[in-house]
């Protein structure tokens, strides 16, 4: 089965910059999309950005858009979360996530996704 492993969370001042890594391991799939999400304690798990296995197309949520970029390595079946300008209220563990190969339906939502990795902590100071 798919795994996913998260790295490069961490504790980092508010307006810095921070980048995600998440690798897959095990079996794998040549086609499936691939995405973050993130939950603070006592809050709802929320989406943050999502690519389609291609790499064509990119979606942020709107707390996301204009600081946070996503992007993949095919290659090494791994997909990248940078960060910028960070604010106290990105706090979270942050998740990544995959669907099931050949997946054409709408990234935002968490039943979209079969596949989760286990968090990585990011955490912002002010």
């Known amino acids: 089965q798919v795994q996913l492993v998260e790295s490069g969370g961490g504790l980092v001042q508010a307006g810095g910059s921070l980048g995600l890594s998440c690798a897959a391991s095990g079996r794998t799939f040549s086609r499936y999309d691939m995405g973050w999400f993130r939950q603070a304690p006592g809050k709802e798990r929320e989406f943050v950005a999502a690519?389609?296995?291609?790499?064509?197309?990119?979606y942020y949520a709107d707390s996301a858009k204009g600081r946070f970029t996503i992007s993949r390595d095919n290659a090494k079946i791994t997909v990248y979360l940078q960060m910028n300008s960070l604010k106290p209220e990105d706090k979270a563990v942050y998740y990544c996530v995959a669907t099931g190969p050949s997946y054409s339906g709408r990234l935002y939502y968490a039943n979209s996704y079969v596949h989760w990795g286990q968090g990585t902590q990011v955490t912002v100071s002010s």
């Open positions: 690519i389609r296995w291609s790499g064509g197309s990119t």
